[in-house]
């Protein structure tokens, strides 16, 4: 089964870069959905979300949070939690 990973992010936010690199370093494949480019997609994440800051992390339908949520997550070995 896959992971379904979903980053909401902007071009211009280090955090979001930060978030995928993560990602990316554990062979975890994502979507990436830019809000800067789409007011619909930024009022989705923030109604899943209850936030406006980016990145906004979704694994298999759990909001992790942003790249401290995420981070933090791996750092407590906690990330496989969320995993398929």
Do not use: W
Request: glycine share 4%; aromatic share 6%; hydrophobic share 40%.
């Amino acid at each position: 089964m896959k992971n379904e990973i979903i980053v909401y992010s902007t071009q211009v936010c280090p955090y979001c870069v930060a978030a995928k690199n993560l990602l990316t370093s554990q062979n975890l494949a994502y979507q990436e959905i830019m809000v800067d480019k789409d007011p619909k997609q930024r009022a989705i994440m923030m109604d899943k979300s209850g936030r406006t800051s980016v990145p906004q992390i979704f694994i298999n339908g759990t909001h992790v949070g942003g790249f401290d949520e995420l981070s933090a997550k791996l750092r407590n070995n906690e990330l496989d939690e969320l995993l398929l």
